[in-house]
Every structure is written in C-alpha cells, then in structure tokens.
C-alpha cells in the first residue's frame, strides 16, 4: 500500500535544529550576549533587533527569537537564489523580513509594494488533513512567501522606469485614489487575483522541495475527486473571488486549491517552462497577466480555464473508477447535512449525542450538540477566534459531562470550560497558549500542547485547571499534535512530525511522563510519508485508531498495541477522518464532501488492499522530470557568515526613506487643485511622513489659493500640520472636508484592550485653529472666531462577530464615550457624548437586527455656534473613503440636510435589520466583478433641545442597498443606494437620496 506520491529526493531539506520570554519553568535555547545598554528615548514602542545583508533586512525579537536567525536568514537567501536563477529576477529593493510570535498557529504574509517585505510566524504549523506540507516550516514559508515577493516585484525597463518615475513603487492608498493606477504602472504583477498569487506560490514551493509539498498533495486530490463525485460546482477565474471564496466552509483556502490545481494542469498539459515563461517579466513580455498568458499559451486564461475543468472531469472519474474496483465502506450519516469544519467530536454516554465545534458559512462557529437521530444541533456557545477545519481544540469528561475548549486559535488561545448540560461556562487559563488539549479520567487532569518561541512543550493542567506544569519541551523541529489518553489514564498517544518530514504516532506511558524522564515511546508506527491524524485509544486500550492518506486516499487504520500490527479498516472514496471507537466495535468517522465533514457510522474490518489514486504532480514529474531538478538545496548551503553586512537594533525613524512621490489632485470648494503627494516611512511602516502640496489655479478665495498637508505618525502618535485643507473627496460633494486657514494637531492612540473581537481603544486628540470661516465639524456653520482650541477624547469598546459568507457584523455590542472641550472668544464648551450599539443574528443565514445608540449635549455661551452638535443627511460623498453606512452614526440622520439639525442636548437611536447578502457570480471580468448586493433597513429616532430651548422629535425611515465589487483584481469597492425620508412628530418633512461609490 504504498502512497502513490511520485517524489524526488528530499534528502536535502534542512535537519537544523516574541514578544514573550519563556517561562522559568520551560527549557529554551540560551540567550546570546546580551545587547549593549541603550538611552530609553531610543527604544522604540516594539523592540527589534536587525541582520542585515545585501538582500535581507531580518528583524526579530531578541533574545527569545535570536537563536533562528541564522537559519531564517539561510533559508531566505536559498529561496532568492532560486527565485533570481528560474525568473531572472533581482529585487527592486531589500527585502524586510520580520518574525514574530503573535499566534500559536504558524503563518505568513507578503507584500512587494510600497517595499519588499515578509512576516513570518514562528509557531509550528497546522497540519490538519495535511492542507499544509509536513516538512520544515522556514524552509516550506520562505519558498513560498519569497515566491510571492519575486512574482509580484518582478520588473522590466518599462516598470523600472516608472518606479524611478515615482520614487518607488506606489500602493494603493485611499487618501489618494489616483495611487491605484500608479501601482498597477509600477507594480502590474501585484494586479492579479488572489489565486494566481497563491497557486503559482504554492506551485513552485512543492518543486522547490523536490515534489514535497501541496501540489502533490493528496488533501487536494481528494476536494477535487469529491466535486467530481457530487457533480459540484466549479467556479470560473471571476466566479471563484466573487463568490467561491466567501460562501464554501473553506473560504480563501480556495484560491490556494484552484489556483494550484490550475497551475499544475498548465504545467502537465503544456510545460513547466510555460508556466515559467507567464510568470516572468522579461522585456518584451505583457504587463497584464492575462495578456501575457495569451502570448505564452496561445489561447486566452478563460478558455484555458474550461479546458483544465474538463480534463479534471476526466482525471477524477479515472480515480473514483480504481477506487470502485475494490468494495467501500458505506458510512450510515448521522447528520442531513455537512457541517463544514469539524473539531475533535465525543459522545455522551447517556444519550449517544455528538458534542463538538462546527463552522460553516452562515452561523457563527461555535460549540454544539449534535443529535444523531433528527441531525439537529442544540447550540452551546459561540467560540471566539474559531479556526478552519479544526474549529478549536475540545476536551470532555463523560462522567461530570463536562467540557473544555481553546479560543483565541489564530493568537494566544485561552481554555474555557463549560457544562454541556446547562452552557454555563467560566475561563480557566486566558493567553495560556495550550491547545490539542484531551481529559485524562484516572486523575482528571488536562494535558495539552504549548506554542511559545517556536517550540512545543507538553503540559499538564491539574484540577481545577487554572495553572499548568511543564512535562517536556520538545526539540526545535519537533512537532507533536493530535493528543490522546486510554480509558484508564495509563497511554498517552500522540502524532510527532520530525523536522526532515517523517511523521510518527508515538505511545507513551503517563507515569513516566510525570516521573519527570525524557520522554520515551512504548511504542513507535509510521505510515510511510503520510500524516498520521487524529489517533485515539479504543475504550478498552487496545487499539488506536486514526486516519492516514497512506494510499493517497484518507481512509482508518488500526493500531493493535500488544502485536504492533497496523491494518487499514476502511476503503473511502473521498476520505474518512477523526474516528470515534465506540463499546460495539463500529466507529463514528467524518467523511469528506464538497460542504465539508459529514458525521457517519462504519464497521471496521481489516483489508487486504485498498484502491488507489493517481497525483496530478506524480503525473507532472514523469511527463515533465525537469520539475524534479527545480529543488532549491539546502539552506546549509549558504554561508551566511560572508553575507551579513551589519547587525544592531532597529529604530523606525532612523530607517525612514522615500516611499513614493507622485501627482494628485484634490478638492477645495467645489474647485480641482492639483499637487504632489510624498510619502516616507520605515519598511514596516511603524513611522510615516505624509506630505502633500496642491494649488488651485485661479482661486476665487483670497489667501487660499495653496494648499498644504503634513503629517507624522507612529504607532501611537501623530502630529499634524494643515494650510487651506483640500481633500480628493470633495471633489464629489455633498459633504465637505476642505477648511480654510491654519491647524495644528496632535493625537495619540492606544489599545488597552486587544483581544480581537474584543478590543478597548483610547484616543485624544488637541487642535489649535486660526483662519476658519466655518466650524471643523460642521461644514453649513459659519465661525464668529478667528482662533479655536479644541481637544476631544474618545474610549471606543468593540466586541462584534460574524458568521461566514457575512459581509458585516451579526452579533455582539459595541460602546464609546467622548469628552471634549472647545475654547474660543475666552469661552469654553465642554461636551459629553455617549452611544451604545446592540447586534443578533436572525435565523436566516447572514441576516442580523441592530440597535445604535448616541446621546450627547454641550455646555458653553447659547449664543455661540460651539455650544450644539450639528446632525442631518447620509452623510456619504457620492465618492467617499468612510464608513459605508454612515446612518449608524450620531451626527447623520437621513431625510434632513446636512447639519440641518441642531441640538444642544440629543438622544438618538436607530433600528437595523440587515438582510442576506445576494451574491453574484461571473458578474463582470477579471479586473472588475460585482460580488455582492447587501440590503438593509432603518428606522431612527431623534429627541433635539436646540440652543433657544426648542424641543424637537424628528424621525427617520429609509433603506440602504450596498453593491459589493471588486477593482484591479483585489480592491474592494461598494456602491451604495438608498432613501430615506425625514419626519417631525411624525409629519413627513422631506426626503433625500444616496449615491455614494465607496474607495477600499
């Protein structure tokens, strides 16, 4: 039963061995020299250290980071000797590189505009159902995301000329919307869709490994072998970002699978030095990419795209036909439906319900009960930062009926347990980064897995679960995952990856784990390259059963401890996972569809063999072996020693250069000014320098004919200086930005609260103005003052979520307060304002019902225009950069004229219901495609006390529908219409209409 993977040699890939320093109790690698001392003014708000070569720019936190940075550094420079031999391609400028520990889950990003730049997470990777390549992380990340950096900075004379045109390499900023075409001048390959970014990635990774990677993977050949089964859908280039990515449980995971799969097929029905060709950029060769496919395949990308869907058609019937050739299991379904990603699931023994964690589009994730006899779920609670495909990591204890589970998956995850009987549920550990947690009965303690500093450590949590105590921390490299304990608390069974690939379950005895000895199996098994996952002890610990692609297809295999025998128990023909042995002998397995793991019944029996599946890649390396002399080497290889050109800490403002400078224009009371726009910033953007110089030919106004804007910000702070303030968006009206005279301001930001969803945000800010004619916040009032000092504070508390397939939020509630002080003409005006906003979701999928609040008043001199807010209208341009709806917000009321209302002392509250999204699909081409339509209605309500003391009740009632579309490929944009008419004691006033074109 050998895999039918064809691989190259892997020999080669490496065998070496953030912010948080580990524990006393946890072994770590020792720190290197410490570094000098240095003046506190100098150190930055987030510490880093830097190496640097003629390439790299490595940041990272010293010292619990120090030790991989020689590796990191290697691996990095391997890659871009790849990347310069095969795309004849040099880097436009120093690529930053920056690592950092803020998740427990290994991730990575990368950017090639306004600068070359990577982040990487150091924490292991997720493996589940081997979406991800088993071999080491940092050399897998840096092939990939240094892929990324090379396709999309790649640059001929004509983009060179352009950037020199610029100064760098414009992205697209809102503030200045012209920026969009600049990028696309300087950068056109960063203009293409997320799944040519991602399968062409992922595509030149898996060679660069010598075939070890996802697109040979057999998790891939498996979704595509199940649409093919189902008769599923397959979406087109425009299909799959309008809708593809949003309305499957897999979301953006998408345009990791068709957009490989695609690449893949070009490779093996063409060549893989065509597929070479369109990604690079030579001198002669299409900036667009499309263009350019045309000219290197000879047909279009969309006609290629029809072929490849049929070829697949014809590839998976041949598979699913050799799988029918030996007998299938049949799994009984205990649910009607999918339930799209599935966690670790038990049984209740008293009334055979599944209690688990399911996400799919359309509900909040969150923990359930599922019954087996009617499929339904009896919701338990949502889970904060639920995960894909793993949804959290659960643990149970039959007796008690007792449950415990992470949240916070992709940060620093919390344990929460919870009494599946009642939902009454209370945080045992918060931040303490422990997950594949499982229950052992014998003591009732908790054991689990801690991410910190890139290493693993096994814990143990004793009741009553509010501290843990450190087992064995675990090599660098070494990765174990996928825990379990026998019945009787004496095994504990894991899966261990090995930093060169190989993948084991390992059994240990617990009483020596807790005797404090290096750990040491009882028993070893391995399944060939395949990931073992999810392996449990049978109720009478005799066998382990788990899931494996041993033969390319995940089927369940069984361990027997005492004869070391290992026997396949299931012939899928998708694939079964995440068994549950139960007293009978049948076993509870999750069975892969198109919609996502469907919970069956099966009867194991040993087999003798099992069908097997042809791999497109296999397919690619025997048609085409040049991929097989792809691979990139070893790190080890590089001496980084020769290559490092300096080394010290990294100061922001001492790093800023130019970033860009190019051509704007901009409004000023209804007239067009145009003018440069500069920006400089450090390669991570932590200091900025925005500047912008306009000027309005033929100025009617006197003394503001010259426009200027400069502004500094850091992480926290920013100070601003303005001359005649002109902005791009009132160049389409109504709502005006554009202010004469001077003002100097300074801010500060900071979050006392980071939790995501939940997040406590603080903000001042401290103006001085002269020169106004009118008010800073109300464009229709006129000043009676030449000089105005302002200051206003504001504490914003959020804590929203939403399902998937959502395009805003459905549930949670949100609060600010703000305390403000205007002083003109030597009087003061102090103010007060206060909202409160309240979500649910409905039953339907993605609809929700809100309710926002706002109530405020101002103190001061009546008689002075400072002494009221001023509320009305929309409140959007008909091109705007804010929020899109801005009803929701205190000072717009629509059905009135802007700032129309004036009240000294108001309360307000507007009612929401937002309706399903209605989504599109192959609705316009690649570059612009509408995705979806939102629609939503409101009603509002307004007590005013004007200044002179007259009260007002006025009403509003109106709908909203948001366009959802997509510019240069990966830009959102929305168009919004509406109505809304205003009423005074319920008296029809007036009414007013939205047009209003969103910018990203």
Not at 147 to 173: C, I, Q, S, Y
Request: without cysteine.
């Amino acid at each position: 039963m050998a895999q039918a993977q064809a691989q190259t040699d892997a020999s080669d890939t490496p065998t070496q061995g953030e912010v948080l320093s580990p524990p006393a109790t946890e072994e770590a690698p020792p720190p290197e020299a410490p570094p000098p001392s240095r003046d506190p003014d100098d150190i930055p708000l987030i510490d880093l250290s830097r190496l640097e070569t003629e390439d790299l720019r490595l940041l990272y936190f010293d010292p619990s980071e120090t030790y991989l940075t020689p590796y990191v550094a290697r691996s990095f420079q391997n890659s871009l000797n790849f990347e310069r031999r095969i795309f004849g391609w040099e880097p436009w400028d120093q690529v930053t590189l920056l690592l950092k520990d803020f998740g427990d889950y290994g991730n990575a990003a990368a950017r090639s505009s306004p600068n070359n730049a990577l982040l990487i997470d150091i924490a292991p990777l997720s493996l589940a159902y081997e979406t991800f390549s088993p071999g080491e992380r940092f050399f897998t990340l840096t092939n990939h995301e240094v892929t990324h950096v090379a396709l999309m900075d790649v640059w001929n004379e004509r983009d060179a000329f352009w950037r020199r045109a610029f100064g760098g390499k414009p992205m697209p900023v809102q503030e200045h919307p012209e920026s969009i075409l600049y990028n696309y001048l300087a950068t056109p390959r960063v203009n293409v869709p997320r799944w040519f970014l991602e399968g062409s990635a992922v595509f030149m990774e898996t060679w660069m490994a010598g075939g070890f990677g996802r697109a040979q993977g057999a998790y891939d050949e498996m979704v595509f072998r199940s649409m093919v089964r189902d008769d599923a859908h397959f979406y087109s280039p425009v299909g799959l970002e309008s809708e593809g990515i949003f309305v499957d449980f897999q979301v953006g995971v998408n345009d990791y699978l068709y957009g490989t799969r695609f690449f893949s097929y070009l490779a093996q029905r063409y060549s893989p030095e065509q597929v070479v060709q369109w990604l690079r950029r030579d001198e002669g060769s299409e900036a667009y990419y499309q263009s350019q496919f045309r000219r290197v395949f000879d047909l279009s990308l969309n006609q290629a795209w029809n072929e490849w869907i049929a070829w697949e058609h014809s590839f998976q019937r041949n598979n699913l036909e050799a799988l029918r050739a030996h007998p299938l299991t049949e799994a009984v379904s205990l649910s009607p439906r999918a339930l799209g990603s599935v966690s670790r699931t038990f049984v209740d023994p008293r009334t055979d319900e599944l209690i688990g964690a399911f996400r799919y589009p359309g509900v909040i994730g969150h923990l359930g009960v599922l019954d087996p006899e009617s499929g339904e779920i009896r919701h338990l609670t949502d889970i904060k930062g639920a995960m894909l495909y793993r949804v959290t990591s659960l643990a149970y204890d039959p007796a008690s009926n007792t449950a415990w589970y992470t949240t916070d998956n992709y940060a620093y995850r919390d344990i929460i347990e919870i009494d599946v009987a009642t939902g009454h549920e209370h945080m045992v550990l918060r931040d303490a980064r422990i997950g594949d947690i499982v229950f052992n009965p014998a003591d009732r303690s908790l054991w689990g897995l801690r991410h910190l500093n890139g290493y693993v450590t096994l814990v143990r949590i004793p009741a009553p679960y509010e501290s843990w105590n450190q087992i064995y921390t675990f090599p660098f490299g070494r990765v174990p995952f996928d825990l379990d304990i026998s019945a009787d608390g004496g095994m504990l069974a894991m899966s261990v990856g090995e930093i060169n690939g190989d993948q084991s379950v390992q059994v240990f005895n617990t009483a020596d784990l807790t005797a404090g000895a290096t750990p040491t199996p009882i028993s070893t098994f391995s399944l060939g390259t395949a990931t073992p996952e999810g392996f449990v002890f049978s109720p009478d610990g005799r066998y382990l059963f788990g899931s494996a692609y041993f033969t390319g297809v995940s089927n369940i295999f069984r361990y027997e401890l005492a004869t070391q025998e290992l026997e396949a128990v299931s012939n899928a023909e998708t694939g079964f996972f995440r068994p549950i042995p139960r007293p009978d002998g049948s076993l509870i397995v999750y069975e892969y569809t198109g919609e996502g793991f469907r919970p069956g019944v099966i009867h194991p029996l040993p087999l003798d063999d099992l069908g097997a599946v042809r791999f497109l890649g296999a397919e690619i390396a025997q048609s085409h072996p040049v991929v097989t002399n792809w691979t990139a080497g070893s790190p080890a290889n590089v001496d980084l020693d020769s290559l490092i050109t300096e080394q010290g800490h990294y100061t922001p403002r001492d790093e800023m250069r130019l970033g860009a400078t190019y051509p704007v224009v901009e409004g000023y009371r209804g007239r067009v000014a145009v003018g440069y726009h500069a920006v400089f910033e450090d390669p991570l953007q932590f200091n900025q320098l925005h500047m912008t110089l306009s000027y309005l030919p033929n100025s009617p106004f006197e003394d503001q004919d010259w426009h200027f804007d400069i502004e500094y910000k850091t992480l926290r702070w920013r100070l601003r200086y303005w001359h005649n303030d002109a902005d791009f968006y009132d160049l389409f009206g109504p709502t005006e930005r554009a202010r004469a005279g001077d003002a100097f301001i300074v801010g500060y930001h900071n979050s006392f609260i980071y939790d995501p969803p939940r997040q406590l945000d603080f903000s001042i800010d401290a103006a001085y103005y002269t020169g106004l004619d009118t008010l800073p916040s109300a464009q229709e009032v006129s000043t009676s003052f030449d000089e105005l000092a302002s200051i206003n504070a504001l504490w914003t508390y959020t804590n929203t979520t939403r399902s998937l397939g959502a395009v805003d939020h459905e549930r949670g509630w949100r609060w600010n307060v703000a305390l403000g002080a205007d002083h003109a003409n030597g009087e003061t005006f102090p103010s007060v304002r206060a909202g409160v906003d309240f979500g649910v979701p409905l039953p339907l999928n993605n609809a929700s019902a809100w309710l926002y609040t706002a109530a405020g008043t101002v103190g001061g001199d009546d008689a002075s225009p400072l002494s009221a807010w001023y509320m009305g209208a929309f409140g959007n341009n008909y091109v705007d950069d804010r929020e899109i709806k801005r009803y929701r917000e205190f000072d717009s009321f629509p059905g009135f004229a802007i700032n129309q209302i004036e009240a000294q002392t108001f309360v307000r509250a507007v009612g929401e219901l937002n309706l399903p999204p209605l989504r599109f699909e192959d609705l316009g081409v690649a570059s612009i495609f509408l995705s979806s339509m939102r629609p939503a209605l409101f009603v509002g309500a307004l007590e005013a006390e004007s200044r002179t003391g007259l009260n007002r009740s006025l009403q509003s009632a109106g709908v909203q529908t948001d366009w959802n579309f997509t510019v240069a490929h990966r830009l959102p944009m929305t168009l919004s219409l509406g109505y809304a008419r205003g009423f005074e004691d319920g008296e029809a006033e007036s009414d007013e209409v939205l047009l209003s074109l969103k910018i990203m």
